[in-house]
């Protein structure tokens, strides 16, 4: 891929970096692979916007933890160490910051299992995704805005062709390595921050 270009392998690498043997998911091959996926969001212009800007946000307040906290649950655990009352009066806490991506990651990923299933209806196949995942926590107006957006999305081949990893059978291919490393550290995530009540952070 051309330099800072998407590249589905990038992210692929990153993820699989991501979980230890003892199920911990490490910060820094967490954020690589944000980075990639920010890529993929910005070569989409205009209609992603409104997330890949959050997202942006969130990776660049989360690397400034990264000297202090090697995984996600380290940091989970010492932010906590202060007690839940004060974690939840923090706005720029890296809990709060990674609840936020890990919300967006589980669109990104109902999205990409979208576009590996065949289905060329991408319009359809994102407003699912955005409904099953970060809808829930976006005001109305910007779940219509989004919505209205998703219907200028361009073609499938079109999304298989910006994974810059080659014809779209090998991109479909590289969508199946690459999904299940994703599903794996949303699921780490999603289970710790179930098991400290942390799912519902303001």
């Not at 970096?17 to 199920?23: D, F, K, N």
């Not at 690589?32 to 800007?53: D, E, H, N, P, T």
Request: with cysteine.
């Amino acid at each position: 891929a051309a330099a800072g270009a998407f590249s589905l392998r990038e992210v692929l690498d990153a993820f699989r970096r991501c979980v230890t043997e003892q199920r911990e998911v490490l910060l820094e091959p967490y954020l690589s692979g944000w980075r990639g996926l920010i890529r993929f969001l910005q070569s989409l212009g205009a209609v992603f916007s409104f997330i890949s800007k959050d997202a942006v946000a969130k990776v660049s307040l989360l690397e400034g933890l990264c000297p202090r906290f090697v995984s996600l649950q380290s940091m989970v655990e010492q932010e906590l160490a202060a007690g839940p009352a004060a974690l939840r009066a923090r706005p720029d806490s890296g809990c709060r910051t990674l609840l936020r991506l890990h919300r967006a990651l589980r669109w990104l990923q109902l999205f990409l299992e979208g576009l590996r299933s065949g289905d060329p209806r991408t319009s359809v196949l994102c407003t699912d995704a955005y409904n099953a995942s970060l809808a829930a926590h976006h005001p109305w107006v910007v779940r219509k805005a989004a919505t209205l957006a998703f219907c200028a999305l361009p073609s499938r081949e079109a999304f298989l062709e910006i994974m810059n990893v080659g014809p779209p059978e090998e991109a479909v291919a590289m969508l199946g390595e690459a999904i299940p490393y994703i599903g794996d550290v949303y699921s780490i995530t999603q289970e710790l921050f179930e098991r400290h009540k942390l799912l519902d952070l303001p």
